[in-house]
């Protein structure tokens, strides 16, 4: 039996930095977001083996132990006493390194792939716990709608989103290590978007006010490292985007459209400037 599941994109319509906490981790408040640029990931039993085989079309990703693909289906092996091996096949369509959870989505849709696989019978909950061990944005990812995530983003609280713009993606050539940026986040000086009054934007469907309340704690501390974030915003807000933000901790910056025909527009402008673009439905 094969199993596929969908791994979409994420971004960040609000993420509050709150504090640093002892583990190393930050404290953090933020209404999360899928989109319609998916991976897929297929799981297909091997009976005469034990092991855990990766393979990708992506040259981008590791294909071993290093991988969240692994790890969440070596979690869910050692956790349910599976002796049976998988192939797992990772159709990559997410740029890595890129603000998009990408790699938390992929391990995601893993958990729920290997429910199915091997008939475990666990709720979205009780495969979010399990992410929780995998990565911070995994527990997110297991939903894959919108919600409003807290702590270290393992509380998911799923909120209806009734308006679904169109969202230009567009990544610069580098990547950004997550890491690196929290490293660098200075509590006394960060920004901090008011996640209580985006919430309430979005569920009450108030587009104006969800638009005037977008906001990323992160956002100033990689644009301090990597101007051109700043510029391409720049070109997206100069073409008419309702809204512009990067997301995460980047580099992938999205604009947000509710006008199909202005979506095209904006995104045939920017592709001269930038090559990696991709106009998408939230979902
Ligand atoms: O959980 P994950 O391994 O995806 O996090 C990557 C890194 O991002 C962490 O090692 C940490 O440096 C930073 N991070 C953080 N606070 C969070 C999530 C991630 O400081 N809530």
């Known amino acids: 039996m094969e199993i596929t599941e969908k791994a979409p994109a994420k971004i960040n319509l609000g993420l509050d930095v709150i504090s640093k906490r002892t583990d190393g981790y930050h404290e953090l408040d933020m209404i999360m977001a899928s989109v319609d640029l998916s991976d897929r990931i297929t799981v297909r039993e091997l009976p005469d083996s034990s092991d855990i085989k990766l393979q990708s079309n992506s040259s981008f ?79 997110y990812c297991v939903y894959g709608q919108t919600a409003r995530v807290t702590g270290r983003g393992e509380h998911v609280k799923p909120i209806t989103n009734t308006k679904k713009p169109w969202v230009i993606l567009v990544k610069p050539a580098f990547g950004v290590s997550t890491p690196d940026i929290f490293r660098h986040v200075d509590l006394a000086t960060i920004t901090h978007p008011d996640i209580d009054t985006l919430e309430a934007a979005v569920v009450n469907a108030d587009v104006d006010k969800v638009l005037q309340n977008l906001g990323n704690s992160l956002e100033d501390v990689t644009l301090d490292k990597h101007p051109l974030i700043s510029k391409i915003k720049s070109h997206l807000t100069a073409r008419g985007a309702d809204a512009v933000l990067m997301s995460g901790s980047g580099p992938t910056v999205f604009a947000l459209c509710h006008q199909e025909k202005k979506a095209h527009r904006i995104c045939d402008s920017i592709k001269g400037f930038c090559n990696e673009v991709y106009l998408v439905r939230m979902l």
């Open 61 to 139: 990703v590791p294909l071993n132990k290093k991988n969240h693909v692994y790890k969440a289906a070596a979690l869910i092996k050692k956790r349910f006493h599976i002796e049976t091996g998988v192939a797992i096949y990772i159709d990559k369509k997410i740029p890595v390194a890129a603000g998009l959870a990408g790699g938390s989505s992929d391990a995601a849709a893993t958990l729920r792939a290997l429910n199915q696989l091997w008939q475990l019978g666990l709720s979205l909950a009780e495969l979010a716990k399990l992410g929780e061990e995998i990565g911070s944005d995994v527990p």
